[in-house]
């Protein structure tokens, strides 16, 4: 077994503002009972600093497939043993987790063009895109039994962002790139730089890999309920990232973001993003849902706080080797 890092994805700053996703609504109500539902608006500032163990992930030797599926509203990327039970055998531990928690999907939530497509803020600012691993834990025979047990779900995510190079060369408002520049400027100060500088960044017109592959394959998945095979190494690598990386998060109690919004989700959020094509993006927005068009916008609405702590912990995930 080897320990990675994981990581999680999520797609360009954008402006201080919400609107809700057209056709959304009808599909993911914006306000089901409960009090610790998500996705919030983290900020920093209010952050309680936690000092907890070490986050890795377990990822045994792999030489299956992954499927990447058209669901109707989303890109999921999940694993195919299906002859043992807990099918992933990508474990992850430490952090704010009590036991093992194992690998079930990871999807992606995206905007329309001009839209705040990610599910998580910071300090009032969203992004075009956010990627969900979800995981559950196993205390649980399989992800369903896991939906009705205390914290029983895990789910990481990260944000992506374009490089200025990318957003100068694809946007032709010059009133848009002023306002990103100067969004991203702010949300740099205001966060303690824990978002990327893409300007200094030897990553920063580039795209992250399994993202760029999976924007490709999409071209084949554009029906709902269609699918495609992957390579389980590449479909994976992006959860070397944090191995070779000292990464900070943020945690806290929260619910799934569609149905069945189960209340038992402890949501991991790294505010330090990847970088990501505009033209991939735009890929995803081109998928068709289940009668309803084009799969344009599929995020939900920040919801209340209600008083819920947000810790921040900084940590380093380790390899086996170290």
């Not at 010059?174 to 400027?185: G, K, P, Q």
């Not at 992250?208 to 479909?235: H, R």
């Amino acid at each position: 077994m080897v320990a990675v890092g994981f990581i999680f994805l999520v797609f360009v700053v954008s402006v201080r503002c919400e609107r809700a996703s057209p056709g959304w609504p009808e599909e993911l109500p914006y306000f089901p009972k409960g009090r610790r539902q998500s996705p919030i608006n983290i900020v920093p500032e209010e952050a309680v600093p936690r000092q907890l163990p070490p986050l890795t992930i377990q990822v045994a030797d792999l030489d299956e497939k992954v499927d990447l599926k058209n669901d109707g509203h989303t890109l999921t990327v999940t694993l195919r043993n299906e002859n043992k039970v807990h099918p992933a055998e990508i474990n992850l531990r430490g952090g704010p987790l009590s036991g093992i928690y194992t690998f079930n999907n990871y999807h992606l939530h995206w905007g329309d063009v001009g839209e705040l497509g990610s599910e998580h803020a910071i300090d009032g600012v969203k992004f075009q895109g956010e990627m969900h691993g979800v995981f559950y834990s196993l205390q649980c025979d399989n992800m369903a039994s896991a939906l009705k047990y205390p914290d029983g779900i895990a789910v990481l995510s990260m944000f992506l962002e374009l490089s200025p190079r990318n957003i100068e060369e694809h946007n032709t408002s010059e009133e848009m790139s002023t306002a990103v520049y100067a969004t991203r400027t702010n949300l740099e100060q205001e966060t303690n730089n824990y978002l990327v500088n893409a300007d200094n960044s030897q990553e920063a017109n580039c795209s992250c890999e399994p993202i760029a592959t999976i924007s490709k394959l999409a071209k084949q998945v554009k029906e709902p309920g269609s699918s495609v095979q992957m390579n389980s190494s590449l479909a994976l690598e992006w959860m070397q990232h944090l191995q070779r990386n000292e990464e900070m998060y943020f945690t806290y109690p929260g619910s799934l973001t569609t149905k069945p919004f189960s209340e038992n989700v402890i949501f991991i959020v790294f505010p330090k993003p990847l970088p990501v094509r505009r033209e991939e993006m735009d890929e995803f927005r081109t998928l068709q849902s289940h009668g309803h068009g084009p799969i344009r916008s599929n995020w939900r609405r920040l919801q209340a706080k209600n008083k819920r702590p947000v810790a921040v912990v900084g940590s380093k995930i380790p390899s086996s080797n170290e």
